[in-house]
């Protein structure tokens, strides 16, 4: 059974930097993997996603130039290193897998299918 855990969120004023993390546990190399975003009272919505191999990689248009997604297939992790912050990027993140080619199609394009394993968030909140 895939198992996806979540870390590194917090509290970081506007400008700010955070690294998120995302452990996967439980499966070979072969899941892509994607960030989404939660905020009550709103849809979910994705983030950024990358290749199980990590060479290549989607990004929504709000967070282009600002996050950075990476892995680290030796160590099975994932990053969301996000760069100057806004207050805008608070939520609950969330990482999430499939074995689908076209997830890191679908976390930034069309909602065509949700993943198939989640792990449970970590919450940011941008703020002054």
């Known amino acids: 059974q895939l198992q996806l855990v979540e870390s590194g969120g917090g509290a970081v004023q506007p400008g700010g930097s955070l690294r998120l993390s995302c452990a996967v546990s439980?499966?070979?190399?072969?899941?892509?993997i994607g960030w989404y975003r939660q905020v009550p009272g709103r849809e979910r919505e994705g983030i950024s996603c990358?290749?199980?191999?990590?060479?290549?990689?989607t990004y929504r248009d709000s967070v282009k130039g600002r996050f950075t997604i990476s892995r680290d297939n030796v160590q099975n992790t994932v990053y969301l290193q996000m760069d100057s912050l806004e207050p805008e990027d608070s939520g609950v993140y969330y990482c999430?897998?499939?074995?689908?080619?076209?997830?890191?199609?679908?976390?930034?394009?069309?909602?065509?299918?949700?993943?198939?394993?989640w792990g449970k968030g970590t919450l940011v909140t941008v703020s002054s």
């Open positions: 999430a897998a499939d074995t689908a080619a076209s997830l890191c199609a679908v976390v930034v394009g069309p909602k065509l299918f949700e993943p198939l394993h």
């Open positions: 439980g499966a070979t190399l072969d899941y892509n």
């Open positions: 990358i290749s199980s191999s990590g060479d290549s990689a």
